[in-house]
């Protein structure tokens, strides 16, 4: 299994701010904290994962 490739939001500021990341797989979303890389990952199906970034969008 492929490791997820995550990137950071868009939100966090460019200057090494703190925020989440956010990995879309396949079949998956995988979200982790950027200032706790090594901890722990919240993997979200793909219909979860998109119903998330629609919540969190209606609330920027």
């Known amino acids: 299994m492929r490791e997820p490739v ?3 939001s868009s939100f ?3 200057q090494n701010g703190s925020c989440v ?3 879309h ?3 998956a979303f995988s ?3 950027s200032k706790n890389v ?3 990952v919240l993997t979200l199906d793909e219909s979860q994962g998109v119903a998330f970034l629609a919540a969190v969008k ?3």
């Open 31 to 33: 979200i982790r904290d």
């Open 21 to 23: 990341e956010i990995a």
């Open 38 to 40: 090594p901890g722990p």
């Open 25 to 27: 797989g396949a079949v």
């Open 6 to 8: 995550f990137r950071k």
């Open 58 to 60: 209606r609330f920027r």
């Open 12 to 14: 966090s500021g460019g």
